[in-house]
C-alpha cells in the first residue's frame, strides 16, 4: 500500500515545479533507484518563457494590432514581450488604413525585430 501511495505522489510532485526554471540534478544512490533531482546545492537556470518583438519604423504614431486586438503605438512599444508562439502583428497609420501584416514565430529568449515604414 505504502508503495502506491509513493507512486502517487512523485508526479504531484514533479508537477509543481515553477514554470521556467529548469533543475539540474544528478543520480543519487541514497535516494533509491530512478529518482532525477536537485541534490545538496544542485544549480538552477532561469528559461525565458517570453520572446520580444522589436518594431522600426519612421511613424511613432503607427498603431500596433497583435492577433487582432489593438496593443498601442510604437512610440510605446518599441520592444515588448510576447508569448512563444505565431501571431499575427499588424501595423496601422493614424487614419486606420493597415501598411504591414505579418505572420510571425516568436521564440523564448529571442527578439524578433520588424523593420515597417509607413507608404503614405
Not at 38 to 43: D, L, N, Q, S, V
Not at 93 to 115: C, M, N, W
Given at each position: 500500500m505504502a508503495l502506491v501511495g509513493l507512486v502517487s505522489v512523485v508526479p504531484i510532485a514533479s508537477a509543481t515545479q515553477p514554470v521556467g526554471v529548469v533543475g539540474v540534478g544528478f543520480y543519487a544512490p541514497g535516494?533509491?533507484?530512478?529518482?532525477?533531482?536537485?541534490?545538496?546545492?544542485?544549480?538552477?537556470?532561469?528559461?525565458?518563457?517570453?520572446?520580444?518583438?522589436?518594431?522600426?519604423?519612421?511613424?511613432?504614431?503607427?498603431?500596433?494590432?497583435?492577433?487582432?486586438g489593438y496593443a498601442g503605438q510604437t512610440a510605446k512599444l518599441k520592444k515588448f514581450a510576447l508569448s512563444p508562439g505565431v501571431h499575427n502583428i499588424e501595423l496601422r497609420d493614424p487614419s486606420g488604413h493597415a501598411f504591414y501584416q505579418e505572420r510571425i514565430q516568436v521564440i523564448p529568449g529571442k527578439t524578433l525585430q520588424i523593420h515597417a515604414d509607413s507608404l503614405g
Amino acid at each position: 500500500m505504502a508503495l502506491v501511495g509513493l507512486v502517487s505522489v512523485v508526479p504531484i510532485a514533479s508537477a509543481t515545479q515553477p514554470v521556467g526554471v529548469v533543475g539540474v540534478g544528478f543520480y543519487a544512490p541514497g535516494w533509491g533507484p530512478g529518482w532525477y533531482g536537485p541534490r545538496w546545492g544542485a544549480p538552477y537556470v532561469v528559461v525565458p518563457y517570453t520572446g520580444e518583438v522589436k518594431i522600426k519604423t519612421n511613424d511613432k504614431n503607427t498603431a500596433v494590432f497583435i492577433d487582432g486586438g489593438y496593443a498601442g503605438q510604437t512610440a510605446k512599444l518599441k520592444k515588448f514581450a510576447l508569448s512563444p508562439g505565431v501571431h499575427n502583428i499588424e501595423l496601422r497609420d493614424p487614419s486606420g488604413h493597415a501598411f504591414y501584416q505579418e505572420r510571425i514565430q516568436v521564440i523564448p529568449g529571442k527578439t524578433l525585430q520588424i523593420h515597417a515604414d509607413s507608404l503614405g
